[in-house]
C-alpha cells in the first residue's frame, strides 16, 4: 500500500482542527508543516470557525497592569462556559494599557504612557492562540508640539491587517481644542512598516476620541466616537468617524439625532448583532440603538430603553440576542435582558472599568513559520 496521502485531502481533514492541535502537527514532517503555515490554508482555517462562540476579555492585576486574558465559551443564550486564562507572554511597559482591537484572532495592544518617547516600542500585535506577536517599529509622526494620539486596528477580505495612527496637534492658544485634519500613518501586517497616508485626510473634520467604548470595528471599517470642533455659532453635536481598512478612505457617520444633538448625553459605539450600535443617556434613561441598514442615517433603530440611569455605570458589550453586558451601581457586571428586563450575575470578575470584551476567534495568522 502506497504511504502516498493526497495534500488537498490532507488539508481538508486538518482544517477541522483546533489551533492547539495543529501547533502540535507542524512538528510531524516538513510537508505538514508546509501546509500548515501557508497563507491558503490559514485563510481556509479561519473561515471554518465561528466567530461567536468565544469571549475575549482582559483583566487588569496590580497597580493596572495588564497581565492576563480570559478565553470564556459563550452560548448564545449568554451562558458562560470554561474559563482559560492566557499569560501576557512577552516584556512590555504597560501601566496605562489599552486593547486597540481585535480581528480574526489578532488582538493589538497599546502604550499610551510611551507615545511621548519614540525610543520606546508602544504597539504590539499578539496572536494568543499560537503565543506569538509582533512589535511594530516606532511610528513616524512624532510631532515635538502637545498632541492626542488615538488608534485603530482591523483587517479585510483579503486578510490584509493594518493599525491606522492620528495625530492630533494641540492648539497653544485654545486649551482643550486639537487642530483639525489630524496626521495619519498606517502600519500594515504584510509590509511590516509605517506609511504616512496623504489622500482624503484634510477632509477629516472630527475630533475622534480614544476611550474603550469610543470604538468599534464593522464591517471592514473602524469607527470611533467623534466631534466636531468648537464653533461659538452653533450647538457642539457628536458624529462618528469611519475609516475603512481597505480602500484607507475616511468618512463620516451620522448618529441618530436623538443623541448627536445632545452635548450633554453620555455615548458610546458597539457592535450589535455584526452592526454598528450606539448607546446614549439622556438625563432619564439609557437608550440602546443600532443602524440595520450600514451608512444609511434613516436606518437607525431604537432597540429598547433602560430606566436604570442611575445605578447604570457603564455599557461593556453586547450579544447578538441584544443582550447587554453592563455595570450596576453595588453589583458590578451584570447580564440584562431587554425582553424580560431582568438581570443577571454572568460570574465575571475583575474591575469593570478597564475589561475589553469581543468576540475572538482561534486563528493561525502569525504561526511561526507563515510569513
Not at 505538514?32 to 473561515?47: P, V
Request: net charge negative; charged share 20%.
Amino acid at each position: 500500500m502506497s504511504d502516498y496521502f493526497p495534500a488537498d485531502l490532507l488539508s481538508g481533514i486538518l482544517v477541522k482542527l483546533p489551533v492547539k492541535t495543529l501547533i502540535r502537527f507542524t512538528a510531524v514532517s516538513k510537508s505538514w508543516r508546509s501546509i500548515i503555515t501557508s497563507a491558503a490554508f490559514t485563510a481556509s482555517h479561519l473561515s471554518n470557525k465561528s466567530k461567536n462562540q468565544t469571549l475575549l476579555l482582559t483583566r487588569h492585576g496590580k497597580y493596572s497592569k495588564l497581565d492576563q486574558f480570559s478565553l470564556l465559551k459563550v452560548s448564545e443564550n449568554g451562558h458562560f462556559g470554561i474559563n482559560s486564562e492566557i499569560e501576557i507572554p512577552f516584556e512590555f511597559p504597560i501601566e496605562y494599557s489599552r486593547v486597540v482591537g481585535s480581528c480574526d484572532g489578532l488582538v493589538c495592544l497599546s502604550n499610551d504612557m510611551f507615545f511621548s518617547n519614540p525610543s520606546i516600542s508602544s504597539i504590539i500585535i499578539w496572536n494568543p492562540s499560537v503565543r506569538n506577536h509582533i512589535v511594530l517599529p516606532n511610528p513616524t509622526i512624532n510631532p515635538i508640539e502637545s498632541h492626542n494620539v488615538v488608534l485603530g486596528f482591523g483587517g479585510f477580505a483579503s486578510h490584509v491587517y493594518k493599525v491606522v495612527r492620528l495625530v492630533y496637534l494641540r492648539k497653544i492658544d485654545d486649551v482643550g481644542c486639537l487642530s483639525v485634519p489630524p496626521q495619519v500613518e498606517i502600519f500594515s501586517l504584510d509590509t511590516r512598516s509605517w506609511r504616512r497616508l496623504i489622500g482624503g485626510v484634510h477632509d477629516v473634520t472630527l475630533w475622534a476620541l480614544k476611550s474603550m467604548h469610543c470604538r468599534a470595528y464593522v464591517n471592514g471599517v473602524v469607527h470611533w466616537l467623534a466631534y466636531k470642533p468648537f464653533d461659538e455659532n452653533a450647538p457642539r453635536r457628536c458624529s462618528i468617524l469611519a475609516f475603512d481598512i481597505g480602500d484607507e478612505v475616511f468618512g463620516e457617520v451620522m448618529p441618530p439625532d436623538e443623541l448627536a444633538e445632545d452635548a450633554s448625553a453620555s455615548l458610546g459605539i458597539f457592535v450589535i448583532e455584526d452592526s454598528l450600535g450606539i448607546v446614549g443617556s439622556n438625563m432619564v434613561s439609557w437608550n440602546v440603538w443600532m443602524m440595520k441598514e450600514y451608512c444609511v442615517r434613516e436606518s437607525w433603530t431604537k432597540l429598547y430603553t433602560i430606566d436604570l440611569l442611575e445605578e447604570i455605570t457603564n455599557f461593556v458589550w453586547f450579544w447578538k440576542s441584544g443582550e447587554a453586558l453592563l455595570t450596576i451601581r453595588d453589583l458590578g457586571l451584570v447580564v440584562y435582558n431587554p425582553e424580560t428586563k431582568e438581570i443577571k450575575d454572568p460570574g465575571i470578575y475583575g474591575d469593570p472599568y478597564s475589561l475589553f470584551v469581543d468576540n475572538y476567534v482561534e486563528s493561525l495568522l502569525l504561526v511561526r513559520g507563515h510569513g
